[in-house]
C-alpha cells in the first residue's frame, strides 16, 4: 500500500522558520489582552494573578523593600510564561496561515462568467466570484478559474484541481452521474461548461478551507471542554491549597510574602497543558490538512480517534481494482504454449487492465515473446452485449470472455451441440470457488483452455489490518462481489468481515448495526448513493472525486480521493487524543517536584526541621522559588515541538500504549522537573541571581 | 514490629478479601430485586411496609427524583433526631435522668448522626437517655449506612445500565438494604457481642462500691445492639465517650477483630456488586486493590511507626513501640490496625487515643481521610467517591490511548468530569478551609490542648474528620462550643451532600449513555497498570492538596520531635 509513503503536500515546517516564529513572537503579546486570554482559563488565571503581583512588586519599588529584586525576578518570569503561552498557540496558527495565504491567492482574483438569460449560454456578464449567489449559472470555459462550489449542469471538461489538492493531471467534470460537482478555484483546462453555482459568498470550499487552517473556526471540540473542565477544577483546587497557608503560617509564627504564595499557586496549577491545550488542537487539524484531508470540524477528528470499524472499499484498498491474470489452464489435450499462444493473439489488441495482465502473464511465465500482429488480422473488441474479444486472423477465429458466451461461440462456429472438453468445468468451478473469474478461451468451435484472472490483494494490506486489529479497530470489506468471492479476497487480505454484494442499503444498516452496539464506524465514499451511510457514520470520508451530496454528507473531504487516507484519518485523530493527555499527565506529575522545591523554601523560616523536604538540596529558599517558577515557564516552551508533531501513535494495543506513555510522560513527568529544577537552581546560584 | 503482628495484618486482609465476592454476590441479588434465601421471611415485611407507605416499587426514578427523595429523607431524620436530642428530658427510657441536649450540640449530633460521620462532642453516658441512643442515633445508623449503600448502588447502576432515564427507587433501595442486608447481619452480630461481654440493657446505671470503698458509678445500657451497626455501617458513633477503647464496648481482643472485620465488610462487597453489575467482577477486584494498595501503605506506616516508639521515649529508657494511649489488651499492632481502618473506612470508631500516636502514626490516619475516604470508604461512600476518582484518573490518562476516555463501557465526557471535579474540591475547601479560619480564630484556638503543630494537627484532624464523615476525633480538641459545633455541622453537610448530589448526576448522565463495546483499543481497566495509576492519581490529585498543611502538623512535629522538641 502506498499510505506508508504519503505524498505530503506541504511540509511540515520547522520550529525555527523565522517567517512563523517572528510574527508569533508578535502574536504573543496581542494575545495578552484578557479578552482573547479569557477563552483558556488557566491562563487567563495566571494572567490575573501576574498582574496582581506586578502591582505589588511596583509598590515594593515605591516602599523600597529589600526583597525587589527577587521579587523583579519572578514577575519577569510570570510574564514570560503566559507570553511563552501565547507563542505556542500563535506558532500553531501561524504554521496553518500559511498554508491559508497561498490558497487565498487563488480567491480573490477570480472573476466569474454569469450567465444573462437561462437557456442563452452565449450572453454572460463578468461579475466577481465574490459576488455569486448559491444559484447563479456561470460558463467556464479554458483557463478560466471556476468561481465557486457547484455543480455542472451541461457540458464535460477536464479540470485542473492542482490549487486544491496539489494533483496536477486533470480530472473530468461532467454534467449528470457520480462526477458532476466542482470546487471553486480548479482552473478548466478543455471544453466548455455550464456550472450553478451552490454555495453562497464565504461560505465555498475554499472559504471553509482558509478559516481552517487558520484555526479562525476553530470550536473547542468535546474532549477539549471536558479537559479544560479538569484543569479549570485543579485550578479552583490548588487555590484552597494555597490560599489557605498565610492562616497556618500566622498560626506558626510566620509570615509569607504574597509573591511566593503566587509562585507556588502558578506552579502547581497545570500551565503547561493550559499552556499547550489549543496548540495541540490547531496542530492536530493542521496535520490532517497536510495528509490532504479537510475535516469539516475537530469534533470529527476527534471521532476519528475513537472508531471502532472501518468499512473499506474492497477496490482500491484492499485490492488493486483490477483482475490480474495469473494462470492459463489448458483442457486435456492442449499443450500449455498452444493455449498460451491463443491467448497472447487473443489479447493483443486488449487496452483493458485484464488483457495487459494476459499478455504480461504469456511472456514472463510461459516464455512466449509478443509478435507483431499478423497482417489482416482483425481484432473483436469485447461489448457487454457478446461478452468477448479476440481476434480473427484469416480463417482463425480466436476468442476470450466470459464461459457462456465462449461456449455460445463453440456450438455457433461447431454448428453442432459439442460437449465440453473433460475437465473444462472442473477448471472453471475451482477458479470460480477460489474466489478468482475464468476466462474461456477458444480456437473456432474449439475449447482451448481456462485464463484465470483473479483480484489481486495488495501486498502488506494484511499487516495492516492485523496492526488495526491491535488497536481494537475491525475492518470490514465492501464489496459489489458475490460472496464466494469476497470471502476469498477477505481471508487473504485478513479483513475482519466483509459485506459482499453490497448495495447503500446494506451499508447504511451494517453502520446502523454496528453504532446499535455501541460502535464508531468510519467510511468513505464518493457516490450520491453513499450520502446517506457517509452521513450516519461518525466518520465520513468523503472523496473529493465525488459528488457534492456526498461531500455535503460526509464530515471529511479527502482531496486525494484516497480509499486507504481513512486509516492515517483514524492515526491523526488518536494521535491528537493521545498528545492531550500525555501532556495533561506531564503537567500534573510535575507538580509532585515543585511542592517539594516550594514548600521547604516557605516554611524553613519558621520551622527549620522542614529543610528536610528540600530533598533537591536547593541552595536558598528564594533560588528554590525562582528555579521552580523558571523551570514551569521554559518548559512550555521545551514542548511546544512535542505539541505541534504530536506524541507519536504506534499500533501495539491500548494495554502497551498506556504502558509506554505512562513510563515516559508519566514516570518522566515526576523525575524530569526535580532534575531541571535542580539544574536551573544550579545557575540562578551561580549568577547570583537569588 | 513482630511476625505474629504482620499475621494479623495479613489474616484480616485475607478474611476481607474472602467476604468480598460472597456478600457482594448476596447484595447484588437484592438490589437487583432478584430471590434470596430470606425472601421467604422477609418478602411479606417488605410488600406490608411498601402498601403501608404507598410506595410502587416497580416504579422508577430519574435520577433527580431519586437524589430528591434522598434529601427529603434526610431532612425528615434530621429534626426527628433533632427533637429526640432536645426533648429527652421529658421523654421514657430515661434512667440516668439526662436533660435536654443544648441546640448547638443537639445540632451538631443531628448533622452528624445523618450523614453517618457520628462525630461526637459529647460522651454518650453523660449526655443521651437510652431512648435517644436506640431511636435516635441507632435510627440514623441504619439509615444514613443504608443511604450511602444505595446511593453507590445507583451510581453502580449509571454505569451499568444502558440508555435508560431511571436509577433505580431510593424508597425501595433503602427498605432492601436494611430489610435484606443491615438487620439480617446485625441481629447474629449483636447477640455475639452480648456473647463476647457487651451489655445489652434497659436496665438503669449499676452503683458499685469500690475497693477502696468509693462509690462509683457504671454506666449500662443498649450496647450491643448499637454497636453492631455502628461498625457494620461504618458510623462509628460510641455508646460510651470511650468508644471501642471502652471494655463494655470492646471487651476483647476477639471482639476488637470481628469490629473491624464488620468495618470494611459492606464496603469492600460493593466493589465486588459494582463488578457484577457491569458484567466484569475484575473491574470491582481493581478498585478494591487501589483501595488495598492504599491501605497496606497506610497500615505499614502506623504500625512502624507506633512500634518504633519515639526516641524521646528511648532517651527515658523506655524500649518497646508507643503505648500510650493504647488499651494493653488490644496491643500496638491492633491499635495501629484500628486507627488505619477506622480511617480509611469513614467509621470512626477509635480504639485508641489518636491524639497519642506518634506524629508520622498519626498523620496516616489524617491522611486516609483526606483522600476523602476511598479506601474501602465508608459503606456506599467509599465507593462512589472511589468512582469519581477513578472518572478523573480514566479522563486524564484514558486520553493517552488516544481515545475518547471510557470506563466500563460508558465514555466520560465533558458532564461526567465537571461532576466529577466539583465533588472532590468541595472537601479541600472544606478542612483546609475551616482550619485556615480556625487556626486564627482566638476562641477556636483556645479549644487546642496542645501549642504548636500538634495544636495545628487537632485541629486539622476534626474538620477533616468531619468532612469526610469519618467522625473518629484526634482528641484533646474541646469540641463542644459553639463555634466548633456550629462550623463542624456545616462541614459534614457539605462534605457528605456536596459529595452526593454530582455523584448521583453522573448517574443520571451515564445511566443515559450508550454502552460502548470493549476491544483491543480500550483503555485497560482491570489489570495492575490501571490499579498503579488510580493509586497515583488519587495521590497527587487527592494528596498533595494536604501536604502544605500536612508539613506544617504532623511532619513538623515529627522532625522537631527527632530534634528534641516536644508539644
Given at each position: 500500500?502506498?499510505?506508508?509513503?504519503?505524498?505530503?503536500?506541504?511540509?511540515?515546517?520547522?520550529?525555527?522558520?523565522?517567517?512563523?516564529?517572528?510574527?508569533?513572537?508578535?502574536?504573543?503579546?496581542?494575545?495578552?489582552?484578557?479578552?482573547?486570554?479569557?477563552?483558556?482559563?488557566?491562563?487567563?488565571?495566571?494572567?490575573?494573578?501576574?498582574?496582581?503581583?506586578?502591582?505589588?512588586?511596583?509598590?515594593?519599588?515605591?516602599?523600597?523593600?529589600?526583597?525587589?529584586?527577587?521579587?523583579?525576578?519572578?514577575?519577569?518570569?510570570?510574564?514570560?510564561?503566559?507570553?511563552?503561552?501565547?507563542?505556542?498557540?500563535?506558532?500553531?496558527?501561524?504554521?496553518?496561515?500559511?498554508?491559508?495565504?497561498?490558497?487565498?491567492?487563488?480567491r480573490?482574483?477570480?472573476?466569474?462568467?454569469?450567465?444573462?438569460?437561462?437557456?442563452?449560454?452565449?450572453?454572460?456578464?463578468?461579475?466577481?466570484a465574490d459576488d455569486l449567489q448559491a444559484g447563479d449559472?456561470?460558463?467556464?470555459?479554458?483557463?478560466?478559474?471556476?468561481p465557486g462550489d457547484g455543480?455542472?449542469?451541461?457540458?464535460?471538461?477536464?479540470?485542473?484541481?492542482?490549487?486544491?489538492?496539489?494533483?496536477?493531471?486533470?480530472?473530468?467534470?461532467?454534467?449528470?452521474?457520480?462526477?458532476?460537482?466542482?470546487t471553486g478555484g480548479?482552473?478548466?483546462?478543455?471544453?466548455?461548461?455550464?456550472?450553478?453555482i451552490m454555495s453562497s459568498p464565504g461560505t465555498s470550499f475554499l472559504d471553509r478551507m482558509i478559516k481552517l487552517?487558520?484555526?479562525a473556526e476553530?470550536?473547542?471540540?468535546?474532549?477539549?471542554?471536558?479537559?479544560?473542565?479538569?484543569?479549570?477544577?485543579?485550578?479552583?483546587?490548588?487555590?484552597?491549597?494555597?490560599?489557605?497557608?498565610?492562616?497556618?503560617?500566622?498560626?506558626?509564627?510566620?509570615?509569607?510574602?504574597?509573591?511566593?504564595?503566587?509562585?507556588?499557586?502558578?506552579?502547581?496549577?497545570?500551565?503547561?497543558?493550559?499552556?499547550?491545550?489549543?496548540?495541540?488542537?490547531?496542530?492536530?487539524?493542521?496535520?490532517?490538512?497536510?495528509?490532504?484531508?479537510l475535516?469539516m470540524s475537530?469534533?470529527?477528528?476527534?471521532?476519528?480517534?475513537?472508531?471502532?470499524?472501518?468499512?473499506?472499499?474492497?477496490?482500491?484498498?484492499?485490492?488493486?481494482?483490477?483482475?490480474?491474470?495469473?494462470?492459463?489452464?489448458?483442457?486435456?489435450?492442449?499443450?500449455?504454449?498452444?493455449?498460451?499462444?491463443?491467448?497472447?493473439?487473443?489479447?493483443?489488441?486488449?487496452?483493458?487492465?485484464?488483457?495487459?495482465?494476459?499478455?504480461?502473464?504469456?511472456?514472463?511465465?510461459?516464455?512466449?515473446?509478443?509478435?507483431?500482429?499478423?497482417?489482416?488480422?482483425?481484432?473483436?473488441?469485447?461489448?457487454?452485449?457478446?461478452?468477448?474479444?479476440?481476434?480473427?486472423?484469416?480463417?482463425?477465429?480466436?476468442?476470450?470472455?466470459?464461459?457462456?458466451?465462449?461456449?455460445?461461440?463453440?456450438?455457433?462456429?461447431?454448428?453442432?451441440?459439442?460437449?465440453?472438453?473433460?475437465?473444462?468445468?472442473?477448471?472453471?468451478?475451482?477458479?470460480?470457488?477460489?474466489?478468482?473469474?475464468?476466462?474461456?478461451?477458444?480456437?473456432?468451435?474449439?475449447?482451448?483452455?481456462?485464463?484465470?484472472?483473479?483480484?489481486?490483494?495488495?501486498?502488506?494490506?494484511?499487516?495492516?489490518?492485523?496492526?488495526?486489529?491491535?488497536?481494537?479497530?475491525?475492518?470490514?470489506?465492501?464489496?459489489?462481489?458475490?460472496?464466494?468471492?469476497?470471502?476469498?479476497?477477505?481471508?487473504?487480505?485478513?479483513?475482519?468481515?466483509?459485506?459482499?454484494?453490497?448495495?447503500?442499503?446494506?451499508?447504511?444498516?451494517?453502520?446502523?448495526?454496528?453504532?446499535?452496539?455501541?460502535?464508531?464506524?468510519?467510511?468513505?465514499?464518493?457516490?450520491?448513493?453513499?450520502?446517506?451511510?457517509?452521513?450516519?457514520?461518525?466518520?465520513?470520508?468523503?472523496?473529493?472525486?465525488?459528488?457534492q451530496?456526498?461531500r455535503e454528507?460526509?464530515?471529511?473531504v479527502?482531496?486525494?480521493?484516497?480509499?486507504?487516507?481513512?486509516?492515517?484519518?483514524?492515526?491523526?485523530?488518536?494521535?491528537?487524543?493521545?498528545?492531550?493527555?500525555?501532556?495533561?499527565?506531564?503537567?500534573?506529575?510535575?507538580?509532585?517536584?515543585?511542592?517539594?522545591?516550594?514548600?521547604?523554601?516557605?516554611?524553613?523560616?519558621?520551622?527549620?526541621?522542614?529543610?528536610?523536604?528540600?530533598?533537591?538540596?536547593?541552595?536558598?529558599?528564594?533560588?528554590?522559588?525562582?528555579?521552580?517558577?523558571?523551570?514551569?515557564?521554559?518548559?512550555?516552551?521545551?514542548?511546544?515541538?512535542?505539541?505541534?508533531?504530536?506524541?507519536?501513535?504506534?499500533?501495539?494495543?491500548?494495554?502497551?500504549?498506556?504502558?509506554?506513555?505512562?513510563?515516559?510522560?508519566?514516570?518522566?513527568?515526576?523525575?524530569?522537573?526535580?532534575?531541571?529544577?535542580?539544574?536551573?537552581?544550579?545557575?540562578?546560584?551561580?549568577?547570583?541571581?537569588? | 514490629?513482630?511476625?505474629?503482628?504482620?499475621?494479623?495484618?495479613?489474616?484480616?486482609?485475607?478474611?476481607?478479601?474472602?467476604?468480598?465476592?460472597?456478600?457482594?454476590?448476596?447484595?447484588?441479588?437484592?438490589?437487583?430485586?432478584?430471590?434470596?434465601?430470606?425472601?421467604?421471611?422477609?418478602?411479606?415485611?417488605?410488600?406490608?411496609?411498601?402498601?403501608?407507605?404507598?410506595?410502587?416499587?416497580?416504579?422508577?426514578?430519574?435520577?433527580?427524583?431519586?437524589?430528591?427523595?434522598?434529601?427529603?429523607?434526610?431532612?425528615?431524620?434530621?429534626?426527628?433526631?433533632?427533637?429526640?436530642?432536645?426533648?429527652?428530658?421529658?421523654?421514657?427510657?430515661?434512667?440516668?435522668?439526662?436533660?435536654?441536649?443544648?441546640?448547638?450540640?443537639?445540632?451538631?449530633?443531628?448533622?452528624?448522626?445523618?450523614?453517618?460521620?457520628?462525630?461526637?462532642?459529647?460522651?454518650?453516658?453523660?449526655?443521651?437517655?437510652?431512648?435517644?441512643?436506640?431511636?435516635?442515633?441507632?435510627?440514623?445508623?441504619?439509615?444514613?449506612?443504608?443511604?450511602?449503600?444505595?446511593?453507590?448502588?445507583?451510581?453502580?447502576?449509571?454505569?451499568?445500565?444502558?440508555?435508560?432515564?431511571?436509577?433505580?427507587?431510593?424508597?425501595?433501595?433503602?427498605?432492601?438494604?436494611?430489610?435484606?442486608?443491615?438487620?439480617?447481619?446485625?441481629?447474629?452480630?449483636?447477640?455475639?457481642?452480648?456473647?463476647?461481654?457487651?451489655?445489652?440493657?434497659?436496665?438503669?446505671?449499676?452503683?458499685?462500691?469500690?475497693?477502696?470503698?468509693?462509690?462509683?458509678?457504671?454506666?449500662?445500657?443498649?450496647?450491643?445492639?448499637?454497636?453492631?451497626?455502628?461498625?457494620?455501617?461504618?458510623?462509628?458513633?460510641?455508646?460510651?465517650?470511650?468508644?471501642?477503647?471502652?471494655?463494655?464496648?470492646?471487651?476483647?481482643?476477639?471482639?476488637?477483630?470481628?469490629?473491624?472485620?464488620?468495618?470494611?465488610?459492606?464496603?469492600?462487597?460493593?466493589?465486588?456488586?459494582?463488578?457484577?453489575?457491569?458484567?466484569?467482577?475484575?473491574?470491582?477486584?481493581?478498585?478494591?486493590?487501589?483501595?488495598?494498595?492504599?491501605?497496606?501503605?497506610?497500615?505499614?506506616?502506623?504500625?512502624?511507626?507506633?512500634?518504633?516508639?519515639?526516641?524521646?521515649?528511648?532517651?527515658?529508657?523506655?524500649?518497646?513501640?508507643?503505648?500510650?494511649?493504647?488499651?494493653?489488651?488490644?496491643?500496638?499492632?491492633?491499635?495501629?490496625?484500628?486507627?488505619?481502618?477506622?480511617?480509611?473506612?469513614?467509621?470512626?470508631?477509635?480504639?485508641?487515643?489518636?491524639?497519642?500516636?506518634?506524629?508520622?502514626?498519626?498523620?496516616?490516619?489524617?491522611?486516609?481521610?483526606?483522600?476523602?475516604?476511598?479506601?474501602?470508604?465508608?459503606?456506599?461512600?467509599?465507593?462512589?467517591?472511589?468512582?469519581?476518582?477513578?472518572?478523573?484518573?480514566?479522563?486524564?490518562?484514558?486520553?493517552?490511548?488516544?481515545?475518547?476516555?471510557?470506563?466500563?463501557?460508558?465514555?466520560?465526557?465533558?458532564?461526567?468530569?465537571?461532576?466529577?471535579?466539583?465533588?472532590?474540591?468541595?472537601?479541600?475547601?472544606?478542612?483546609?478551609?475551616?482550619?485556615?479560619?480556625?487556626?486564627?480564630?482566638?476562641?477556636?484556638?483556645?479549644?487546642?490542648?496542645?501549642?504548636?503543630?500538634?495544636?495545628?494537627?487537632?485541629?486539622?484532624?476534626?474538620?477533616?474528620?468531619?468532612?469526610?464523615?469519618?467522625?473518629?476525633?484526634?482528641?484533646?480538641?474541646?469540641?463542644?462550643?459553639?463555634?466548633?459545633?456550629?462550623?463542624?455541622?456545616?462541614?459534614?453537610?457539605?462534605?457528605?451532600?456536596?459529595?452526593?448530589?454530582?455523584?448521583?448526576?453522573?448517574?443520571?448522565?451515564?445511566?443515559?449513555?450508550?454502552?460502548?463495546?470493549?476491544?483491543?483499543?480500550?483503555?485497560?481497566?482491570?489489570?495492575?497498570?490501571?490499579?498503579?495509576?488510580?493509586?497515583?492519581?488519587?495521590?497527587?490529585?487527592?494528596?498533595?492538596?494536604?501536604?502544605?498543611?500536612?508539613?506544617?502538623?504532623?511532619?513538623?512535629?515529627?522532625?522537631?520531635?527527632?530534634?528534641?522538641?516536644?508539644?
Amino acid at each position: 500500500m502506498e499510505t506508508s509513503k504519503l505524498r505530503k503536500r506541504t511540509p511540515a515546517n520547522t520550529l525555527l522558520d523565522l517567517a512563523i516564529v517572528a510574527p508569533a513572537i508578535g502574536q504573543a503579546f496581542a494575545k495578552l489582552n484578557p479578552r482573547t486570554l479569557m477563552k483558556n482559563p488557566v491562563m487567563f488565571v495566571l494572567e490575573i494573578v501576574t498582574a496582581l503581583t506586578t502591582v505589588l512588586l511596583v509598590r515594593d519599588i515605591v516602599n523600597g523593600s529589600a526583597s525587589v529584586a527577587f521579587e523583579l525576578q519572578i514577575v519577569i518570569w510570570l510574564w514570560f510564561t503566559v507570553l511563552f503561552a501565547n507563542f505556542a498557540e500563535a506558532v500553531a496558527e501561524g504554521r496553518g496561515k500559511a498554508q491559508a495565504d497561498t490558497l487565498r491567492k487563488t480567491r480573490t482574483e477570480t472573476r466569474a462568467k454569469r450567465m444573462v438569460m437561462p437557456g442563452n449560454t452565449e450572453v454572460y456578464e463578468g461579475v466577481l466570484a465574490d459576488d455569486l449567489q448559491a444559484g447563479d449559472l456561470v460558463v467556464c470555459e479554458p483557463g478560466d478559474i471556476i468561481p465557486g462550489d457547484g455543480e455542472v449542469i451541461e457540458g464535460i471538461a477536464s479540470v485542473n484541481e492542482a490549487a486544491i489538492t496539489g494533483e496536477s493531471a486533470p480530472v473530468i467534470r461532467e454534467s449528470g452521474g457520480d462526477r458532476s460537482a466542482v470546487t471553486g478555484g480548479t482552473t478548466v483546462i478543455s471544453d466548455r461548461i455550464i456550472v450553478r453555482i451552490m454555495s453562497s459568498p464565504g461560505t465555498s470550499f475554499l472559504d471553509r478551507m482558509i478559516k481552517l487552517v487558520e484555526g479562525a473556526e476553530r470550536q473547542k471540540t468535546p474532549n477539549e471542554i471536558a479537559l479544560n473542565i479538569l484543569l479549570v477544577g485543579l485550578t479552583i483546587i490548588f487555590v484552597f491549597a494555597t490560599a489557605t497557608i498565610p492562616s497556618y503560617a500566622a498560626y506558626a509564627g510566620g509570615t509569607i510574602s504574597v509573591v511566593v504564595l503566587v509562585a507556588l499557586f502558578v506552579t502547581l496549577i497545570p500551565t503547561t497543558i493550559g499552556a499547550l491545550l489549543s496548540a495541540i488542537g490547531i496542530a492536530g487539524m493542521d496535520r490532517l490538512v497536510r495528509f490532504n484531508v479537510l475535516a469539516m470540524s475537530g469534533r470529527a477528528v476527534e471521532a476519528a480517534g475513537d472508531v471502532d470499524t472501518l468499512l473499506l472499499d474492497k477496490t482500491g484498498t484492499v485490492t488493486f481494482g483490477n483482475r490480474l491474470a495469473t494462470e492459463i489452464v489448458p483442457v486435456s489435450g492442449v499443450s500449455e504454449r498452444e493455449a498460451a499462444e491463443a491467448a497472447l493473439l487473443a489479447s493483443d489488441a486488449d487496452e483493458t487492465a485484464e488483457g495487459r495482465s494476459i499478455i504480461t502473464l504469456v511472456q514472463e511465465k510461459y516464455g512466449v515473446q509478443r509478435q507483431p500482429a499478423p497482417a489482416g488480422a482483425a481484432f473483436i473488441e469485447f461489448s457487454a452485449m457478446t461478452r468477448l474479444s479476440g481476434v480473427d486472423i484469416g480463417s482463425r477465429k480466436l476468442r476470450k470472455g466470459a464461459i457462456d458466451s465462449v461456449l455460445r461461440f463453440t456450438r455457433e462456429q461447431a454448428g453442432a451441440a459439442t460437449p465440453e472438453p473433460p475437465g473444462f468445468r472442473a477448471t472453471v468451478d475451482r477458479i470460480a470457488r477460489s474466489g478468482g473469474t475464468p476466462l474461456a478461451l477458444a480456437d473456432g468451435g474449439r475449447i482451448l483452455g481456462v485464463i484465470h484472472l483473479k483480484d489481486v490483494v495488495k501486498p502488506d494490506v494484511k499487516e495492516r489490518f492485523a496492526e488495526l486489529r491491535r488497536m481494537g479497530i475491525k475492518t470490514v470489506m465492501i464489496t459489489g462481489d458475490n460472496p464466494v468471492t469476497a470471502a476469498t479476497i477477505a481471508s487473504e487480505a485478513g479483513v475482519d468481515d466483509f459485506i459482499a454484494e453490497a448495495t447503500p442499503e446494506d451499508k447504511l444498516r451494517y453502520i446502523r448495526d454496528e453504532q446499535a452496539q455501541g460502535r464508531l464506524i468510519a467510511m468513505c465514499g464518493d457516490g450520491t448513493n453513499d450520502a446517506p451511510a457517509l452521513a450516519q457514520a461518525d466518520v465520513g470520508v468523503a472523496m473529493q472525486s465525488g459528488t457534492q451530496a456526498a461531500r455535503e454528507a460526509g464530515n471529511m473531504v479527502d482531496l486525494d480521493s484516497s480509499p486507504t487516507k481513512l486509516i492515517e484519518v483514524v492515526e491523526i485523530g488518536k494521535q491528537l487524543l493521545m498528545t492531550r493527555g500525555a501532556l495533561t499527565t506531564f503537567s500534573i506529575a510535575n507538580d509532585v517536584a515543585k511542592y517539594f522545591a516550594i514548600i521547604p523554601a516557605m516554611f524553613v523560616a519558621f520551622y527549620p526541621q522542614l529543610q528536610v523536604l528540600n530533598v533537591m538540596g536547593l541552595s536558598t529558599p528564594q533560588s528554590a522559588i525562582l528555579s521552580a517558577i523558571i523551570f514551569n515557564a521554559l518548559i512550555i516552551i521545551a514542548l511546544i515541538p512535542l505539541a505541534l508533531k504530536g506524541v507519536k501513535y504506534r499500533p501495539i494495543g491500548a494495554a502497551a500504549l498506556l504502558r509506554r506513555n505512562l513510563l515516559v510522560y508519566g514516570a518522566g513527568g515526576l523525575v524530569l522537573p526535580f532534575i531541571g529544577i535542580k539544574l536551573i537552581d544550579l545557575v540562578v546560584a551561580a549568577l547570583h541571581l537569588a | 514490629m513482630t511476625a505474629i503482628g504482620w499475621l494479623q495484618i495479613v489474616l484480616f486482609c485475607a478474611i476481607i478479601v474472602a467476604i468480598t465476592p460472597v456478600l457482594g454476590a448476596y447484595m447484588t441479588r437484592v438490589f437487583n430485586g432478584e430471590r434470596t434465601w430470606l425472601t421467604p421471611v422477609l418478602r411479606p415485611v417488605e410488600a406490608l411496609l411498601y402498601r403501608t407507605a404507598g410506595i410502587d416499587e416497580a416504579r422508577q426514578q430519574h435520577w433527580l427524583t431519586y437524589t430528591v427523595a434522598m434529601l427529603l429523607f434526610h431532612v425528615g431524620g434530621f429534626v426527628v433526631l433533632y427533637a429526640l436530642l432536645r426533648l429527652q428530658a421529658v421523654l421514657p427510657f430515661n434512667p440516668a435522668g439526662q436533660s435536654a441536649v443544648a441546640p448547638d450540640l443537639a445540632f451538631n449530633t443531628a448533622a452528624s448522626f445523618i450523614t453517618n460521620t457520628n462525630w461526637q462532642n459529647y460522651g454518650g453516658e453523660s449526655t443521651m437517655s437510652y431512648l435517644v441512643q436506640m431511636l435516635g442515633l441507632t435510627h440514623q445508623n441504619f439509615l444514613s449506612a443504608a443511604t450511602g449503600i444505595v446511593l453507590a448502588v445507583a451510581l453502580i447502576r449509571g454505569f451499568a445500565r444502558a440508555s435508560a432515564n431511571t436509577i433505580g427507587n431510593f424508597w425501595v433501595d433503602v427498605t432492601r438494604c436494611t430489610l435484606y442486608v443491615l438487620l439480617p447481619i446485625c441481629i447474629p452480630y449483636a447477640l455475639l457481642l452480648v456473647w463476647l461481654g457487651m451489655p445489652q440493657t434497659l436496665g438503669a446505671y449499676v452503683d458499685a462500691t469500690t475497693l477502696e470503698g468509693a462509690k462509683q458509678t457504671i454506666a449500662v445500657g443498649p450496647v450491643a445492639s448499637q454497636v453492631a451497626i455502628k461498625m457494620l455501617g461504618t458510623n462509628g458513633g460510641g455508646f460510651f465517650n470511650a468508644n471501642a477503647a471502652h471494655p463494655f464496648e470492646n471487651p476483647t481482643a476477639f471482639s476488637n477483630f470481628l469490629q473491624i472485620i464488620s468495618i470494611f465488610a459492606i464496603g469492600a462487597a460493593l466493589t465486588n456488586v459494582f463488578g457484577r453489575m457491569v458484567g466484569n467482577q475484575r473491574q470491582g477486584w481493581a478498585l478494591l486493590a487501589a483501595m488495598g494498595v492504599l491501605f497496606l501503605a497506610g497500615v505499614a506506616v502506623t504500625y512502624w511507626a507506633e512500634a518504633s516508639g519515639t526516641s524521646t521515649l528511648h532517651a527515658l529508657g523506655l524500649t518497646g513501640g508507643n503505648m500510650e494511649g493504647k488499651e494493653v489488651r488490644f496491643g500496638i499492632v491492633a491499635s495501629a490496625l484500628f486507627a488505619v481502618i477506622t480511617t480509611a473506612a469513614s467509621c470512626g470508631a477509635v480504639n485508641a487515643m489518636h491524639d497519642s500516636f506518634t506524629a508520622l502514626g498519626g498523620m496516616i490516619p489524617m491522611i486516609n481521610m483526606q483522600l476523602g475516604e476511598i479506601i474501602v470508604g465508608g459503606v456506599g461512600a467509599g465507593l462512589y467517591g472511589m468512582l469519581l476518582f477513578v472518572v478523573v484518573t480514566v479522563f486524564v490518562a484514558g486520553l493517552m490511548v488516544g481515545r475518547t476516555p471510557e470506563y466500563v463501557g460508558k465514555k466520560i465526557e465533558a458532564k461526567e468530569v465537571k461532576m466529577a471535579m466539583l465533588a472532590i474540591l468541595i472537601l479541600p475547601l472544606m478542612y483546609l478551609g475551616w482550619s485556615a479560619v480556625a487556626v486564627v480564630y482566638p476562641p477556636a484556638v483556645a479549644s487546642m490542648a496542645n501549642a504548636g503543630p500538634h495544636g495545628f494537627s487537632e485541629v486539622l484532624y476534626a474538620y477533616t474528620s468531619q468532612t469526610a464523615n469519618n467522625g473518629s476525633a484526634f482528641a484533646g480538641l474541646t469540641g463542644n462550643t459553639p463555634y466548633y459545633n456550629f462550623t463542624g455541622a456545616m462541614a459534614m453537610l457539605v462534605g457528605r451532600f456536596w459529595m452526593i448530589v454530582p455523584a448521583m448526576a453522573i448517574a443520571g448522565a451515564l445511566a443515559q449513555k450508550k454502552t460502548v463495546a470493549a476491544s483491543g483499543g480500550t483503555f485497560p481497566t482491570t489489570g495492575g497498570l490501571f490499579v498503579g495509576l488510580l493509586v497515583g492519581v488519587i495521590l497527587i490529585v487527592g494528596g498533595l492538596t494536604f501536604l502544605p498543611a500536612l508539613a506544617l502538623g504532623p511532619i513538623a512535629e515529627h522532625l522537631a520531635m527527632q530534634a528534641g522538641t516536644l508539644f
